[in-house]
């Protein structure tokens, strides 16, 4: 009998993982006392708030950036820092927050990013290209499935260390707080949709993760016939990290071409 709160459990397999938080808010913090547009509106909720860094000179595009902790925890604060990646290329990248759960449904936090999305659009030109992390990882997965109302100009996805099927969680204590039944679990599974015409998918997990994340990957890679990479030495928390490097093979997936 499989333990899916042990197989979905990321921190206590990182040692220090419990110092991660603090390190990055601060890292973050430091990068937007030195710019951004902070806490532009996508939305009426109190959290539909995003955060967007423009590159000096002429922009290429949007990058947006969708952060994890399982639908339930963090915000746009902790992640500043990640946006020096796409700058040092020329893309632009937005970070939005949203409702957390048990305040919002997985479905209503979806629809969130999908206004966030769009809003982030309204306020760069050129391609529009997505990366998320963890549960950020669902949500752009779930951006780029055939019933997305996510803008036209949307052509990459990069679904990071997601989860794609979220029916296991229905037998983990976590979902106390998402409130998963088996109807939602099932029509926001990003594996039983079919993928976006138009829209390049990749999905990218760190060799050191769960194999829960790893199966979930090459899950949604197969049922999707997309590209997926395992990336050597990174866990579940360093291997977003390559967002932030000019040079992290991460960040050449997301924008080369």
Known sequence: MIDWDDAFDNSSYVPGS?????????EAAAFRDQTGELDIPYGDAPRNRMDLFRPDGACKGLVVFIHGGYWHKLDKSYWSHLARGPLSQGWA???????????????????????????AAGQVAGPVRLIGHSAGGHLVSRLACADSAVTTRLDRVLS???????????????????????????AESPALHKPRQGVQAHFWVGALERPELIRQTRLIAEAWQAPNSYEPEQDHFSVIEGLGRPQAPLLRVLLEG
């Open 18 to 26: 419990d110092t991660l938080p603090a390190r990055w808010a601060a």
């Open 160 to 186: 990071v260390s997601g989860i794609h099927d979220l029916r296991p969680l229905l037998h983990t204590q976590m979902n106390a707080v998402l409130g998963l039944d088996a109807a939602e679990a099932e």
């Open 93 to 119: 990248m937005a970070i939005p927050s949203y409702t957390l759960a048990p305040e919002a449904r997985l479905t209503v936090i979806a629809q969130e990013i999908t206004e966030a999305v769009n809003a």
